[in-house]
T-cell receptor, first 114, second 112 residues
Framework: DVKVTQSSRYLVKRTGEKVFLECVQD?????MFWYRQDPGLGLRLIYF???????EKGDIPEGYSVSREKKERFSLILESASTNQTSMYLC?????????????FGSGTRLTVV | LAKTTQPISMDSYEGQEVNITCSHN???????ITWYQQFPSQGPRFIIQ???TKVTNEVASLFIPADRKSSTLSLPRVSLSDTAVYYC?????????????FGKGTKLSVKP
């Protein structure tokens, strides 16, 4: 089974801090994604990457950046954390993923910004 | 906005078959129907995908009629561990990667 591992299940950070969320997948998937999930808003795509050192903005990239230096690792960076970035963050990976097929999600990181 | 509509919640008992219907009246020619399952405090998990007619795997079956305006996810003989939120997605097969629009889903509660 493909595993997508997110480094932290729960994080509490202070406003203004720089926050790093790490995601690692072990099945050589080309594509990796970062989403946030909020009640009533569903999943929203923040950034995605098709290849090493490649990144594309999703629907809500403001306040975030990403890094993909190795194929298996995709990091989400909150440049200066704010309370409205309190959310569940989900990383996912897939090869192809046509029509939504076979995305593998991590267990999520619940981030609280105080 | 989600392109699909499904019931907010359903209740069932262990051992029963559960059918969750999803409406997608404006489905596009290139769209596939894809279902995900999500347990509390976990990420969604892919269940099944189809375009037309019936697809079956070890977890579920998916029925899509000829007009493709609706679909039904069928879970045979549910157990307590099937309690989760089930999402129906209509996704462009050749569209932008990662553009998965999860609506509110159907919260399935399985009782003993």
């Amino acid at each position: 089974d493909v595993k997508v591992t997110q480094s932290s299940r729960y994080l509490v950070k202070r406003t203004g801090e720089k926050v790093f969320l790490e995601c690692v997948q072990d099945m050589d998937h080309e594509n990796m994604f970062w989403y946030r999930q909020d009640p009533g808003l569903g999943l929203r795509l923040i950034y995605f990457s098709y290849d090493v050192k490649m990144k594309e903005k999703g629907d809500i990239p403001e306040g975030y950046s990403v890094s993909r230096e190795k194929k298996e690792r995709f990091s989400l960076i909150l440049e200066s954390a704010s309370t409205n970035q309190t959310s569940m963050y989900l990383c996912a990976s897939t090869n192809g993923g046509y029509g939504g097929y076979g995305y593998t999600f991590g267990s999520g990181t619940r981030l609280t910004v105080v | 906005l989600a392109k699909t509509t499904q019931p907010i919640s359903m209740d069932s008992y262990e051992g029963q078959e559960v059918n969750i219907t999803c409406s997608h009246n404006n489905i596009a020619t290139n769209d596939y129907i894809t279902w995900y399952q999500q347990f509390p405090s976990q990420g969604p998990r892919f269940i099944i995908q189809g375009y037309k007619t019936k697809v079956t795997n070890e977890v579920a079956s998916l029925f899509i009629p000829a007009d493709r305006k609706s679909s039904t996810l069928s879970l045979p003989r549910v157990s307590l561990s099937d309690t989760a939120v089930y999402y129906c997605l209509s996704v462009d097969y050749g569209g932008s990667q990662g553009n998965l629009i999860f609506g509110k889903g159907t919260k399935l509660s399985v009782k003993p």
